[in-house]
């Protein structure tokens, strides 16, 4: 077992540096969110200290003097990990090393990857997971890992003549990186072929700050059990559910890992297969919780993720969630003003849902279509296939056949218009009284 993993109970000490643009305020926020982390990692934190940096040293990122005060503290309070809230590079956590070999050093990488790890439940989730761990790990390769062949199974072969044992550990990462990324890619063919399924399906993705409440938002809205914990990552994996919205409107809604900032670039790397299915979405509700002081903040966080993935420039609706927890009215209209367009919604006493639902069901709308086919009476099936996944809006029935008045989402609707070309009567736009044209080119 290498030595970033955190037992439970292991006492932290944290560190926090001020530096460039950030102010105090800023750091402490950012050290409080890391004390969270460090507990839903199983560590007990014990103390912390914020240092101001005119500049980042190279060989301690703090200043040589500050690292031998930190190493003494922690000595002090029997601490068995420091954990920075900056990155560290691999020299730099060497030289801690070089001041106390006893006492672990990781930053908020490392630890956000640890809980990742300990909360990865499904083969996918795993294999992401472990993954993003080696790729940080392998820069940062020194003795303090214990023999990686022994954790890895004795993967590859045993070192050769005056290999040293580094290198071969080296080599074995390497090997288990390469065959991990095979594994990902196999199961991302998996996923896509789940995803062609649900492509005639309205899909919504819930999108959020870790903790923001998106899993309780899932069970309000699906009404289906989901796991919930009050917890940073609480799930990994992403969960789908089907969820009827009114009579004639139903999507697929999806939950997804949650984010948080400096989020690890190897970790959003080895998720962007689970993190597809916000690409593959019709909206997106981004899920903030309105209690917290830091709301711009974790907006912007997620904007970055949601940039980095490709999904700046989808249709989004950003949901205010946790009003139940704000007691002040000057905080609800100071939101209400920064966030006009913003649904307010308490997803654990199920507030204003039907507000968030109605939002919902306009953007399909927005994106439907409507069309008018005719089918003969011998022709049953093809009329009970064609009803499917849309809203009939009118029935007409000849004497010889039965006129169908449809409305859905466009892919549904082509995907009819391509079945069914020999039934088609006309298309047209329910707001539009402009001549339709039938598949022939005749005007009708």
């Known amino acids: 077992m290498d030595r970033t993993e955190i037992r439970k109970s292991e ?3 944290l560190v926090g540096v001020l530096h460039g643009n950030q102010t105090a305020e800023i750091v402490k926020e950012h050290l409080s969110e890391l004390k969270q982390l460090a507990e839903t990692a199983g560590a007990k934190v014990v103390g912390q200290i914020t240092q101001n ?7 301690y990122f703090i200043g ?5 005060q930190i190493i003494e503290q922690a000595k002090t309070l029997d601490v068995e990990l420091i954990i920075f809230d900056d990155e560290l590079n691999p020299g730099q956590v060497k030289n801690f090393l070089g001041l106390e070999k006893n006492i672990k ?4 990488n490392g630890l956000i990857l640890d809980i990742f790890r300990k909360h990865a439940q499904t083969r996918e989730a795993k294999t992401q997971v472990e993954l993003a761990q080696l790729e940080y790990l392998l820069p940062r390769l020194t003795r303090q890992w214990s023999h990686l062949e022994r954790q890895m199974g ?9 290999e040293a044992q580094i290198e071969v550990d080296r080599r074995l990462i390497r090997q288990r990186i390469s065959k991990l990324k095979k594994e990902l890619t196999y199961i991302e063919k998996e996923r896509q072929t789940q995803s062609k399924r649900r ?3 309205y899909r919504v993705a819930l999108v959020g700050y870790t903790n923001a409440g998106k899993s309780t938002l899932m069970r309000a809205l699906s009404g289906e059990d989901v796991f919930i914990q009050d917890q940073l990552f609480a799930t990994l994996d992403t969960t789908i559910r089907k969820v009827q919205l009114d009579k004639y409107h139903f999507i697929l809604l999806s939950d997804t890992v949650g984010f948080i900032r ?8 080895s998720f962007r297969s689970t993190l597809l299915e916000v690409l593959e979405s019709n909206l997106i509700l981004v899920v903030l919780d309105a209690a917290s002081d830091q709301v711009s903040e974790h907006l912007n966080t997620i904007d970055e993720v949601l940039k980095e993935l490709g999904a700046e420039r989808y249709e989004a609706l950003i949901v205010l969630n946790k009003i139940d927890l704000i007691s002040e009215n000057g905080k609800m209209n100071y939101l209400k003003r920064k966030y006009p367009d913003a649904i307010m919604v308490s997803a654990k006493d199920q507030l204003r849902l039907d507000r968030l639902i109605a939002e919902m069901i306009k953007s399909m709308d927005g994106d439907y279509e409507t069309v008018e086919i005719t089918f003969s009476y011998d022709q049953g099936k093809e009329l009970a296939k064609a009803q499917e996944n849309v809203e009939v809006l009118e029935r007409h029935y000849q004497n010889d056949s039965i006129r169908l008045k449809i409305k859905g989402s466009r892919d549904r609707v082509n995907q009819i218009i391509n079945q069914y070309q020999n039934c088609l009567l006309y298309t047209s736009d329910a707001a539009d009284d402009t001549p339709c044209v039938d598949l022939g080119g005749r005007r009708i």
Request: hydrophobic share 40%.
């Open 262 to 269: 400096k989020l690890p670039h190897d970790l959003v790397a």
């Open 199 to 201: 492509k005639n399906e």
């Open 64 to 68: 040589k003097g500050k690292a031998r």
């Open 105 to 108: 050093i990781i930053d908020r």
């Open 11 to 13: 006492k932290a000490f």
């Open 154 to 162: 004795g993967i590859g072969t045993l070192a050769g003549m005056g």
């Open 53 to 59: 940096l005119r500049k980042i040293n190279p060989q």
